[in-house]
């Protein structure tokens, strides 16, 4: 096949091509869902990029995103591609500082916003981005508050017209694979955000090894989008789907998860660790307070659906009477917890952190196939993935088709292959120090591999921590371990020259809160609740359980309960909810200062 088969420009006017009056995109407004066919999808595409042409964007000149999920922000990236200029995500929970910097760092010419709360940022630092010439409300309900820079979607749409058809087919016809598609600024836990240069190579290298390794996906499929496009993860798994021609549904909202995965019923659907830990730890929850009978059953079927799962997947026969078993098993339990998230999932892609073991083989068990992946925004997402067969619960998969990967030095889990981003955007110094010298990118992650080729992360090497007493402590092996717990929302280990191991700890308030009213324990805010004798000794007890497995040096001493959550506007977490230690450390320096005080128990 030609390589720019895979250009992703050419795979969306394929799809437009032969699959003209069926649904591309979805979503929900006025109450109700609400289909885009193919060819309406690229009939706007084409006037976003001839408005775009109208207004003087050159070759690989910026466009800017900041906004949330909704059909227009596809509309408006496939729009700029087309005329091979570059899109720059920016979160749409960024403060103005932030995107600020972004906008400056990459040169955005026209800015395109989703929601009052963005144009107002972006209003707000408008004269400190003096390339910057027009901001594009995506909403007829924001305010523009009569600023001349600023224009509603339609009055931009119309300054194109056919007069840049001719401009907007040569552009089509001069794409090549080396133009960058995308800048994405990694948030970084340490330092300013760095623009990671990805180009179509990249993009196609990415499409071509998904249809190697995935089941085939059509247009028969409906993917439900709700992790943010600004990230790498759902941004090229979407590319991914509509390279397939499947339908993709849009959630603005994460709140409304819950009734879209009734309404929709989707086939597929990106999430994140934390997604699942919480139908986990709900499930196991409710079984605990029924009846003997019905955790019986539970925990039968669970045994039966765990013992078929690991036989399917190592290809091997499943005995009569299991085959008898599981149908039924099937109709008690396991198909009433697949209603959950619509009843009709095939795949679940999952990514952004590492998913406990024990949660990745519960959703397998009850016939959810997750695909953990591991990978970066340097790499253009996936590196390495779960496969169907010779399943690997503790693993990060294997390595994905075209992907080099091998332990270097300290462990660390170094990458090559035609995924690997061009390097970082007017920062050649940070570029050449985040390869070796035989081409391999960093990741900053140390690993392993075991005899059948599965890749394991052992912990992030830059986030080491080592104790006064000499013992080094991998803090987000020991964060997943406790954060799994139905009472904990947040956790921050605290190590680094300590005595001992502590945590700053948020609270899940809604279980919390439940749990208070049913001991009747009396409060005036969250503050006084989190420091509540009989809430504390419940958190004692907990994290002993959590933590018995774990070797003495590791365990976590003391720990203080916080009434608030780290947020991104504080800076304490990044967009893609990854702390940002050194910010935690100063920021609660007393309650941590206090931990250390007294002598260990």
Known sequence: MNPLDFHFINRIHHRSETLANQTALRYHENDRWQDISWAEFQRQIDEVSRALLANHIDVQDKIGIFAHNMPRWTITDIGALQIRAVTVPIYATNTAQQAEFILNDADIKILFVGDQEQFDHAMEIAAQ???????????????????????????????????????????????????????????????????????????????????????????NDISLSFLPFSHIFERAWVAYVLHRGAINCYIEDTNQVRSALSEIRPTLMCAVPRFYEKIYTAIHDKVQQA???????????????????????????????????????????????????????????????????????????????????????????????????????NSIGEVMPGAEVKI????????????????????????????????????????????????????RIKELMKTSTGKYIAPQYIEGKIGKDKFIEQIAIIADAKKYVSALIVPCFTS??????????????????????????????????????????????????????????????????????????????????????????
């Open 291 to 393: 009846p003997f009978f019905r955790r019986a059953i539970f925990n039968w079927a669970m045994n039966v659906g765990h013992r078929y799962f690991d036989l399917k997947s190592q290809k091997r026969p499943v005995p009569f009477l299991l085959q008898k078993q599981y149908v039924l098993a099937n109709k008690l339990v396991l198909g009433k917890l697949r209603n959950l998230l619509g009843g009709r999932i095939r795949m679940m892609p999952c990514g952004g952190a590492k998913l406990e073991s024990s949660i990745g083989l519960f959703f397998q068990s009850i016939g959810i196939n997750i695909k953990l992946g591991y990978g970066m925004t340097e790499t253009t997402a996936t590196v390495s993935c779960w496969k169907d067969d010779h399943f690997e619960p």
């Open 129 to 219: 981005c003096p390339q910057l010439q027009k901001i594009v409300a995506m909403k007829e309900s924001i305010d523009l508050k009569d600023h001349n820079i600023a224009y509603y979607w339609q009055d931009f749409v119309a300054t194109g017209s056919s007069a840049q058809q001719t401009e907007l087919n040569q552009r089509l016809a001069d794409k090549r694979l080396g133009d960058l598609f995308t800048l994405i600024y990694t948030s970084g836990t340490t330092g300013e955000p760095k623009g990671v240069m990805l180009d179509y190579a990249n993009l196609a290298h990415q499409l071509n090894a998904h249809d190697l390794s995935l089941k085939p996906i059509d247009h």
């Open 408 to 459: 270097g030095e300290n462990n660390e889990i170094l990458v090559r292959g035609g995924m690997v981003m061009r390097g970082y955007y007017k920062k050649p110094e940070e570029t050449a120090q985040a390869f070796t010298e035989d081409g391999f990118l960093k990741t900053g992650d140390a690993g392993e591999f075991d005899a059948q080729g599965n890749l394991y992360i052992t912990d």
């Open 512 to 601: 919390l809160e439940e749990y208070a009213k049913q001991l009747n324990i009396k409060y005036q805010d969250r503050m006084e609740l989190v420091k509540h004798s009989e809430i504390i000794k419940m958190f004692e007890k907990r994290i002993a359980e959590l933590q018995k497995e774990l070797p003495n040096f590791e365990q976590i001493k003391k720990f203080t309960l916080l009434p608030q959550a780290f947020s991104t506007a504080m800076n304490e977490i990044t967009p893609t909810l990854k702390l940002r230690r050194k910010v935690i450390l100063q920021r609660y320096k007393e309650q941590i200062e206090a931990m250390y005080k007294k002598q260990s128990k």
